[in-house]
C-alpha cells in the first residue's frame, strides 16, 4: 500500500527541485493512490507544501547540520511537510511527527528515520524562536520569494500586506452557469439539493460560490455540461466583451477554453480560439464538447497571424496574454516556486509582440480586451500605456468594477479583492 505522505515528498520534490508543475507532479503521483481520500489528501499536501515552500524550506537550514536537497531531495521535502503539518494544517504534534517518520521508512530511508524525527522535535522544542526569525522577513512571513515580495511592495506598496496574505488563503470554489443549458438559480438549487453550500455571486450574473474545493466531476449537472469552473476574476471578460449575435470573435491564448466558453454562452458568435500548443488546444475542445459548444479552435502563434487569420476582421479580440501569473498564487501555489525576476521583461516583451500583431485584426469599432493573470505594472498598464502612445486608432474605454481599483490605464483586481483572484483588464477600441 502507497504511503499518502510519501508520495506526496515525491511530488513536492518534483515541484520544488526539480522544476515540475503542480499539475505534472498530481498527475505523475495521484495515480498511485485507489482511494479518492487519499488523492485529496494527497493534494491538500503538495499544494501546502508547495505554497509554504519558502517559509519552512529556509527553517530547515537552521535546523539540520548538512543540507539534504541534493542527495536526499524527497526527505527534505517530507521535512517541509512535516512542519506544514504542524504549523498550517495544525494536526496533533504525536500524529504529524509520527506519520513523517513512518513516511520516511516508506521512502525506503529508514536510516534517515531518527533524523527526521530529531528535526521536528527540535522545532517543537524551539518553535517560538523559528518563528519569530522567519516573521522578520517578508519573504519568508509570507512564503513569497524576495524578488516578488519586493516587487509586490514596490507596485502596491498600501496593499502589499493584504496581496500577499490573500495569496495564502484557500480560495473559494467558483463555477460558471452555461446559461445555454440551465438557469443559474435553478442549478444552485439542485448543488443544494446534494448538499452543497452554493451561493450566487454577489455581482457576476453566472457565478455560483461554493466554500471550499471538491471533485467537481460529482457534482450535479458536470457531466451535462451545466457549468464549468472558473474564478470569478475570469468571468470578467465576457462583461467587458459585451458581445452581440453575428459578431465574430477571436480568443486569442486561450487553452484552457474557459472565458472562448463564456462568450459563446453568452451570444450566438463565430468564435475563433487559438492556442499555440497543440496538447492545450485538445483540452479547449474537450470543454467545448462537455459544455456542448462550438468553435474553430485552431493551433497556431498568435504573434504571427500570417500563418492562421483568414484575413477577415474580428469584432472582438480576447487577449489572455502570457504572464506572471502572479495573481493566482492561491490556486497556484507552485508558480511562487519557478517565476524568476528576470522572467517579467521577456513576458512584457512577449505581450507587447502580440497586441502589435492582433491589433490589424480588429475590425474599425471594435473592441480587444488586454487581460493577464498578473498584479505586476509592467505587464499590465506599462504594455498597454507604450502601445497606445503608438498607436493613435486606439483608445482606452474607461470602466469600473465592484471589486479592485482603477490602474493608471484599465482596471486592476489584486489577489483577495472580493475574494477574486488577480487580474488586470484594459479595454482598447479600435477608431
Known amino acids: 500500500m502507497t504511503d499518502t505522505r510519501a ?27 485507489p482511494d479518492p481520500r487519499d488523492r485529496a489528501l494527497l493534494m491538500a499536501l503538495v499544494s501546502d507544501g508547495a505554497r509554504w515552500w519558502p517559509r519552512f524550506d529556509a527553517s530547515l537550514d537552521r535546523l539540520l547540520d548538512r543540507p539534504l536537497r541534493r542527495k536526499e531531495p524527497a526527505v527534505h521535502a517530507l521535512l517541509v511537510l512535516g512542519l506544514v503539518q504542524l504549523e498550517v494544517l495544525e494536526l496533533a504534534d504525536y500524529a504529524a511527527v509520527a506519520a513523517t517518520v513512518q513516511a520516511v521508512r516508506a521512502l525506503k530511508r529508514p536510516q534517515l528515520a531518527g533524523l527526521v524525527n530529531a528535526v521536528l522535535r527540535r522545532w517543537q ?22 524578488w516578488l515580495a519586493e516587487a509586490i511592495a514596490r507596485d502596491w506598496p498600501t496593499q502589499a500586506e493584504a496581496v500577499m496574505t490573500a495569496d495564502n488563503r484557500e480560495p473559494p470554489l467558483m463555477l460558471r452557469a452555461n446559461r445555454r443549458r440551465t438557469g443559474r438559480d435553478a442549478l444552485i438549487e439542485r448543488l443544494r439539493a446534494d448538499g452543497q453550500m452554493a451561493e450566487a455571486h454577489a455581482w457576476l450574473a453566472d457565478a455560483i460560490v461554493l466554500p471550499h474545493s471538491t471533485d467537481v466531476t460529482r457534482l450535479p449537472g458536470f457531466a451535462e455540461g451545466l457549468f464549468a469552473v472558473q474564478d470569478g476574476a475570469a468571468q ?30 453568452r ?24 459544455l456542448h459548444l462550438e468553435a474553430d479552435v485552431v493551433v497556431g502563434d498568435a ?12 469584432q472582438r479580440v480576447l487577449l489572455d496574454a502570457p504572464c506572471s501569473a502572479t495573481g493566482v498564487l492561491r490556486r497556484r501555489p507552485d508558480v511562487r516556486l519557478h517565476r524568476r525576476a528576470d522572467d517579467i521583461p521577456a513576458l512584457a516583451g ?3 509582440r502580440i497586441l502589435e500583431a492582433l491589433w490589424p485584426l480588429l475590425a474599425l469599432g471594435g473592441r480587444l480586451i488586454y487581460i493577464t493573470c498578473s498584479l505586476l505594472r509592467a505587464e499590465n498598464e506599462a504594455v498597454v ?11 482606452a474605454v474607461p470602466f469600473t ?23 488586470y483588464y484594459a479595454v482598447l477600441e479600435k477608431r
Not at 267 to 290: H, M, Q, S, Y
Not at 303 to 314: N, Q
Not at 385 to 395: G, I, M, S, V, Y
Not at 401 to 406: T, Y
Open 401 to 423: 468594477l465592484p471589486a479592485g481599483q482603477a490602474a493608471a490605464i484599465g482596471w486592476q483586481v489584486l489577489p483577495g479583492d472580493g475574494d477574486l483572484d488577480g487580474m
Open 7 to 33: 508520495e506526496a515528498a515525491r511530488a513536492l520534490a518534483d515541484i520544488a527541485l526539480r522544476g515540475a508543475s503542480l499539475r505534472e507532479a498530481m498527475e505523475r503521483h495521484a495515480p498511485k493512490l
Open 125 to 146: 522544542r524551539e518553535r517560538a524562536t523559528h518563528l519569530a526569525a522567519l516573521d522578520a522577513r517578508p519573504e519568508t512571513r509570507h512564503a513569497h520569494p524576495r
Open 385 to 395: 500605456a507604450r502601445f497606445l502612445a503608438t498607436h493613435a486608432d486606439a483608445q
Open 236 to 265: 470578467i471578460a465576457a462583461d467587458l466583451a459585451d458581445m452581440c449575435d453575428g459578431q465574430r470573435a477571436l480568443d486569442a491564448c486561450a487553452a484552457p477554453g474557459g472565458k472562448a466558453c463564456h462568450l459563446l454562452e
Open 303 to 314: 504573434s504571427d497571424p500570417s500563418k492562421w487569420w483568414d484575413g477577415k476582421p474580428y
Open 267 to 290: 451570444a450566438n458568435v463565430a468564435l475563433t480560439a487559438l492556442e499555440f500548443d497543440a496538447k492545450r488546444a485538445g483540452r479547449i475542445r474537450e470543454n467545448l464538447a462537455r
Open 350 to 352: 512577449q505581450q507587447r
